[in-house]
DNA sequence: CGCTGTGAAAACCTTCACAGCC
DNA sequence: GGCTGTGAAGGTTTTCACAGCG
């Protein structure tokens, strides 16, 4: 057990701005929100209302609108929402005024497909290190990057102000490599594997388990055909 | 637009057995209560209560209680849960009695991550057949198979009987690719693209995206330390 | 008139607490 | 005594429906 859960140093704030107390799952719909108006300015379109924005984000008009309202007033009545400010707004409400800075930890297949996606840039991110422990790829350059040794950790995260980390190592280190980069002085960190990791109550984590995904897909599935 | 919502031919049927309707937050963590039996199994753990069980899976024991009661009444009271029949239960109840079969399209950098992904043969999926587009890539071999053309997926899916689609294409082409591995016959697809892909009610999607999970993490970390 | 912003209602999910069984 | 299975309570999320503004 690593994360000591802290109780004190972390104080509940009831004074907070509204702006930064929203229910979490509106937080995790901002990110589809901020890309369907992406794609509505790549269109040319300037002005959008709620209807057309939630159908491309793919969810109801009224989910819409709650969501945004949490953020403050920001579209006219009788007209919709300004594409372009609105998505400044989300920007500034998911924190990507400037790019976050990302190490990567694991570089093997997944590793490098992260290493190398285009997504990052795109969405507010910059990959500034990777890290692997295998003597045969420390050293080697992957993606514009020569990749160092994961104990190296510490010092990467430092020169480089990381504040995120992504993990793409074997599911048997991937609690020790965690509790690593959390010791780095990282703040977010996003798993790929399948055991679920224990972290300190200030640091964020969220788990992408590919063969859970899976097996929620094989459920739908079996309820509609059982097999014989 | 091209997937046409039905509402006619997928009829409610209030009359299912109780073991096909479960919450669907419930769904969504019966791969992590598997998962966590396999962990106990490997430590020779033969029977659990719910509180060690829940520990494992990171859930709390009331919740675990509360989920399995939806599959049937599997624990002994004052004893607990034997592990291999509950195992044995959470797979049937996930259809993984027999190994689903998986194809990828897309062979860049993640479909090869993916391709060569223990997890798949350790959850009950097995790869049957890989996609691309690039011909530089259709023919070669990777990860034990000779990669086809995208545009015979549908004698792929015939040929192999696979139900499951793992699409990692480009975020433009993947509605088109989506479309095509549905035309195909397959139930469930599983899409890396940030793009919101349309389906056909009866065929299943789930949607991992990458910058979203990193968009959310930025979130968190802004509200604790906004920056100057 | 059209569309946003938002209370109020409904649906859903989690947690509690304890009856019931081993 | 210990632990499961579950109704009931409490909390959160979604949907509705409409007041209010442009």
């Known amino acids: 057990m690593s994360g000591?859960?802290?109780?004190g140093s972390v104080p509940v704030r009831p004074d907070e701005p509204r702006s930064r107390r929203l229910p979490p799952a509106t937080v995790d719909r901002l990110p589809r929100y901020l890309?369907?108006?992406?794609?509505?300015?790549?269109?040319?379109?300037?002005?959008?209302?709620?209807?057309?924005?939630?159908?491309?984000?793919?969810?109801?008009?009224?989910?819409?609108?709650?969501?945004?309202?949490?953020?403050?007033?920001?579209?006219?009545?009788?007209?919709?929402?300004?594409?372009?400010?609105?998505?400044?707004?989300?920007?500034?409400?998911l924190g990507l005024t400037s790019s976050r800075r990302v190490v990567i930890v694991g570089i093997g297949h997944l590793g490098r497909a992260l290493a190398g996606f285009r997504g990052f840039d795109?969405?507010?991110?910059?990959?500034?290190?990777?890290?692997?422990a295998d003597p045969g790829?420390?050293?080697?350059?992957?993606?514009?990057?020569?990749?160092?040794?994961?104990?190296?950790?510490?010092?990467?995260?430092?020169?480089?102000?990381?504040t995120i980390a992504v993990l793409a190592v074997p599911t048997g280190v991937s609690q020790e490599v965690c509790d690593a980069v959390v010791a780095a002085g990282v703040r977010g960190v996003l798993?790929?594997?399948?055991?679920?990791?224990?972290?300190?109550?200030?640091?964020?984590?969220?788990?992408?388990?590919?063969?859970?995904?899976?097996?929620?897909?094989?459920?739908?599935?079996n309820r509609r055909q059982p097999p014989p």
């Open 191 to 221: 798993s790929f594997s399948a055991r679920d990791l224990t972290v300190p109550t200030e640091v964020d984590l969220r788990t992408v388990d590919v063969g859970a995904e899976l097996q929620i897909l094989a459920f739908h599935e």
């Open 35 to 93: 890309r369907a108006l992406t794609v509505l300015a790549e269109q040319g379109v300037t002005t959008a209302s709620s209807a057309a924005v939630a159908e491309v984000a793919g969810v109801g008009p009224a989910q819409l609108r709650k969501d945004l309202s949490f953020l403050g007033s920001h579209g006219r009545r009788g007209v919709g929402y300004d594409v372009a400010h609105l998505s400044r707004c989300l920007a500034g409400a």
């Open 4 to 7: 000591a859960v802290d109780g």
């Open 137 to 162: 790829v420390v050293g080697t350059r992957v993606a514009g990057h020569v990749v160092e040794h994961v104990d190296r950790v510490a010092e990467v995260v430092a020169a480089t102000g990381a």
């Open 122 to 132: 795109d969405r507010g991110f910059t990959v500034v290190g990777l890290l692997d």
